[in-house]
């Protein structure tokens, strides 16, 4: 997959997956990457699919309706890509941390209900609920940020509560901050996702 790696300043800092939004590219959240963790290692990453001329991680029937055997194939390829990605780059595969905005979130929570151990944990910025009626595999304390809008009309604040729920009854550590505001991302909530990834994994916490 087309993508930028950027290496770190700290071998135990986890390394940032980023995942644009519908239309973005693999450059655009290189900023909020090193906002929230200056140390890690950047992985970002460009998706597949075009969505008239906007790239996206996967193919959508209309807006807020997933084509779910996309998502499923898509979501495998990019697993994959993590295993080839961390060979080539030399980063350890089992210190991922996904942070994605919009479609980039959906695919991020659609790794967490897809493939076990495929994240360490996960900044999702207005993510929908990927999938419904699977089994989602265990994610017991995976730390997990939700950064939601109180009027967002794409992620609403029914979809937003049943995404938390489902992951927390996968045994995930959520942590919910709603902003008032739409889809868009703000720098509150950026600020509150990088605090939220210090208390998680900063210096001398978990590994
Ligand atoms: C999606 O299709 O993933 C969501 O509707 C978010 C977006 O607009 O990209």
Partial sequence: MRHIFEPGTDANAPTLLLLHGTGGTERDLLG?????SPASPLLSVRGNVLENGMPRF???LAEGVFDIEDLIARTE???RFLDEAAAQHGFDRGNVVAVGYSNGANIAGSLLFHHANSLRGAILHHPMVPRRGVEIPSLNGVPVFIGAGTNDPICTRSE???LISLLEAAGAAITAHW???GHQLTRTEAQAAAEWFQASFGAGVGR
């Fill in 179 to 181: 902003e008032q505001a």
């Fill in 58 to 60: 996967f193919r959508r």
């Fill in 32 to 36: 909020l990457g090193r906002m929230i």
């Fill in 77 to 79: 390829e990019l697993n």
């Fill in 160 to 162: 937003s509560d049943e």
